[in-house]
Each structure stands twice: as C-alpha cells, then as structure tokens.
C-alpha cells in the first residue's frame, strides 16, 4: 500500500480534492482535524499544551480553546513551532494506528497543512500539492471565515510559500478554475493505482 499526501497552502482547496479522492473510494486521514480531537482527548498532549500556552487554552468543560490558542499562534512563530512539536508526534501515532486498516488498499492519503513545513512527507510515497491563484485564495478564505482580507494576508506570511511546497511535490493539482479538477484528481488516481501494482 502506498502512503500518500495531500497538501496546500489556505485557500488552495484541499478538502475539495481530499472529497473526490473520497469518492473514489481512497480512505483519507485528516491529520489537522484529527489534530484537534487528540488535543481535547490525548491527557498527556493536553497538559503539554497548557504548559506552554496556560490553562486558558482549555475552557473548563475541557474544550480546546481555539480562538485564544488561535491567537497565541498566528503573532508567535516561536510557540507555533513549539506547538507544532507537542501536536506533531501525537498524530504521528495516531496515523499509523488508523494507516493499519488499510493494508489491503492501493493507497491512503495524509492530508496535512504542514506535511512539508514539518518535513513529514519524507516518511510517504508520494506528495500531492493543490495550488491556486494568491487572488482566488484569498477570496475563497474570506467568504469561507468572513474575515478581512489582511487577516488571510497574515495568515498565509505564517505558512511555507506556494511555490515551494510545489517544488517537493510529485503531483501538482491547479484548483485555480482553469483545468478540469475531476479530471486532474482521476488522472493521479489512476497513476497511484498503476505504482501500487494494484491488480483492479
């Protein structure tokens, strides 16, 4: 089975590629919001966190705090990184335990913000990179948030550029509006079934 992943900067549209994928019938793990869940269910991970951010990173039912942690994060390169490597090793774990289901697959996608930030998709097969337009990403995140464009602008600083992400891809997929998406994702898929040596 080949360990596939799926990446791309905010905006790009990654969860619309991740769908088709889906429906194709290729198991998908989201590493972000898998994230999240270990981060309100993992004890160890949770007290890490409020260590490093404060108890008000939890709200007293137990729920993470995502609007405070949110802003400790974005104006924080230094706690982002520090964590990124709280939260890294945790769904590290967690991916194999879920990847073991699916022995009898062609392939599995990872879909991760950070798979190429963090380094982690050394440890897969294959990278898929979704790219797009600065301008549609833009727009696609304001009426996705209703926030302000120089909120998107700010976020993105925070993230690794576009074009580097492209640069370690195997596969590029252009959600800019221009190509066929389906026939894009069809056309990977069907390159990953052939590496595989699946045999249908």
Known sequence: ???????????????????????????????????????????????????????????????LNRKYVAAQVFTNKDILEKLNKLVHPAVGED???????????????????????????????YLIVVAADLDIRVKRVIQRDHVTEQHVLDRMRNQLKQEMKMKVADFIIDNSGKKSLISQVLDIHNKLIDLSGATY
């Open 95 to 125: 991916y194999l335990i879920w990847l073991a289901q699916f022995e009898d697959n062609p392939y599995t996608i990872k879909e991760a913000a950070l798979l190429v930030e963090n380094g982690s998709y050394k440890e897969l097969d």
């Open 1 to 63: 089975m080949l360990k596939v992943g799926i990446t791309g900067g905010i905006g790009t549209g990654k969860t619309t590629v991740c769908l088709i994928f889906e429906l194709l019938g290729v198991p998908i793990y989201y590493a972000d919001s898998r994230a999240k869940k270990l981060m309100t269910s993992y004890k160890t991970l949770k007290q890490e966190i409020k260590t490093l951010l404060g108890s008000e990173a939890y709200y007293r039912n137990g729920r």
